[in-house]
């Protein structure tokens, strides 16, 4: 069965700097990988997904994902952050064939000025 | 515009009293989902349903039941509520046999048990 580890439960940035969000998966099979954001009172949205081919994927809002398969990692960046980039960020994780996606526990950025 | 509609937004009951939090999509989605948010847990499956009367159990079922009579609906019963599922609930939807595309979520439904 596929899991995702999202080891930083919590990650303070000032305004301006680089960010790196760290996501980790397990699956014996070829995977699917998708960074979901959360802002404050809302749903969950779609950021970028990765599913095959460059493993740099780029993003909505100027954030961008590497998929490293012999570190089994899919980690999110981003240059320079705004305050608006404020919120819980999901990693998830599903299979060819498989319809559930199964997520991390969430990381909160907080950019403060 | 292709969204997943829950209702209703904030919720709060008593121990026992019967609840239903509705759950439709306009994309023609075959695939719906209902998950809990939990701090410290991230987002856990509780029911799924890969087409019209057709459901099964995620990861956390208990207390729930789901029906699915309709394809663009999915509520959400909770027969007994008890503390213990006040949380933080998503309905999502995709279509079916293409796990690439990605969950469209609903904004959630923010239940509190007393």
């Known amino acids: 069965a596929q899991s995702v580890t999202q080891l930083d439960s919590q990650v303070p940035v000032f305004e301006e700097a680089p960010v790196e969000l760290r996501c980790n998966y397990s699956s014996s099979v070829s995977v699917y990988l998708f960074w979901y954001v959360q802002y404050p009172n809302q749903g969950l949205q779609l950021l970028l997904k990765?599913?095959?081919?460059?493993?740099l994927v780029k993003g909505i809002n100027g954030f961008e994902a590497e998929f490293n398969k012999s570190q089994t990692s899919f980690h999110l960046r981003k240059p320079s952050v705004h305050i608006s980039d404020t919120a819980e960020y999901f990693c998830?994780?599903?299979?060819?064939?498989?319809?559930?996606?199964?997520f991390g526990t969430g990381t909160r950025l907080l950019v403060s000025p | 515009e292709a969204q997943v509609t829950q209702n209703p937004r904030y919720l709060i009951t008593v121990t026992g009293k019967k609840l239903t939090v509705t759950c439709s999509q306009n994309?023609?989605?075959?695939?719906m989902s209902w998950y809990r948010q939990d701090p410290g847990l991230g987002l856990r499956q509780i029911y799924y349903s890969m087409n019209v009367e057709v459901t099964d159990k995620g990861d956390v079922p208990e207390g729930y039941k789901v029906s699915r009579k309709e394809k663009r609906n999915f509520p959400l019963i909770l027969e007994s509520p008890s503390p213990n599922q006040t949380s933080l609930y998503f309905c999502a939807s995709s279509p079916r046999d293409r796990p690439y595309y990605g969950y469209t979520f609903g904004s959630g439904t923010r239940l509190t048990v007393v």
């Open positions: 994309m023609n989605h075959e695939y």
């Open positions: 998830a994780v599903t299979i060819s064939g498989f319809q559930k996606l199964v």
């Open positions: 990765y599913l095959s081919g460059s493993t």
